[in-house]
């Protein structure tokens, strides 16, 4: 089945500087791709995603960049403010009609962001 | 926003023993979903439901699990007889639709067996 590695458990960053965060998978099939964020003592919450015929996609600070060929997807936030700092949850899954969603997630990786 | 909510936060029980999980998916959703997450590992799909019946399920769903959501209401998975290994923590999650619709999730129950 699909495997989504994070390779990064922890990143600090500085207030207004960028935080990159890595993910790849292994399923060629994968065509969907959320991250989701877990402030501490709180529910996933959901972020941002990407589809598989886009490359990029950019929502106020943050922007999903898709590499199909290497199979490797990120997550950007420019300006970063303490109120960024969660744990951050890739995941992908194939969207499939008539099964519901089944998402393979990273272990997470945690942003800290000190002001 | 929607939310989802799970009770209990906690639970602690005994080897052998039944335990229902409860969830209450977002009010107009129509696919939901158990994840596990054991701790310092990563969220692992269990299962999702719709229209009341499972419609995939991976290979942690062992026998001893069922999940049920009887007349529109709690959303729950149960697990008969616990084992040692079940200890985690288990996200529920809904969906308004399937395919590549966003999950919403609970905060999780963390179970642990003794």
């Known amino acids: 089945g699909e495997k989504v590695e994070q390779h990064q458990s922890t990143l600090s960053v500085r207030e207004g500087d960028s935080a990159v965060i890595n993910c790849t998978y292994t399923?060629?099939?994968?065509?969907?791709f959320p991250w989701y964020k877990q402030e501490a003592g709180k529910s996933l919450h959901f972020v941002i995603d990407i589809r598989s015929n886009v490359d990029r996609k950019q929502s106020q600070r943050l922007t999903v960049l898709l590499d199909k060929k290497a199979k490797r997807f990120s997550l950007h936030i420019t300006a970063t403010q303490p109120e960024d700092s969660a744990i951050y949850f890739c995941?992908?899954?194939?969207?499939?009609?008539?099964?519901?969603?089944?998402?393979?997630f990273g272990k997470g990786a945690k942003l800290t962001v000190s002001p | 926003g929607p939310k989802v909510l799970q009770i209990p936060s906690h639970q602690i029980i005994d080897m052998g023993q039944m335990v229902t999980l409860n969830c209450d998916p977002v009010?107009?959703?129509?696919?939901f979903y158990w994840y596990k997450q054991i701790l310092g590992q990563q969220m692992e799909f269990l299962v999702n439901f719709y229209n009341g019946k499972v419609m995939e399920k991976s290979k942690l769903f062992k026998d001893q699990f069922s999940v049920e959501r009887p007349d529109g209401s709690y959303f729950t998975l149960k697990i008969q007889p616990t084992a040692l290994e079940d200890s985690a923590v288990y996200f529920c999650?809904?969906?308004?639709?399937?395919?590549?619709?966003?999950?919403?999730f609970g905060s999780g129950t963390r179970l642990t067996v003794l």
């Open positions: 399923d060629t099939a994968s065509s969907y």
């Open positions: 009010s107009n959703h129509l696919y």
């Open positions: 995941a992908a899954s194939r969207a499939q009609q008539g099964t519901g969603s089944k998402l393979s």
């Open positions: 999650a809904s969906s308004l639709d399937q395919g590549t619709e966003t999950l919403y």
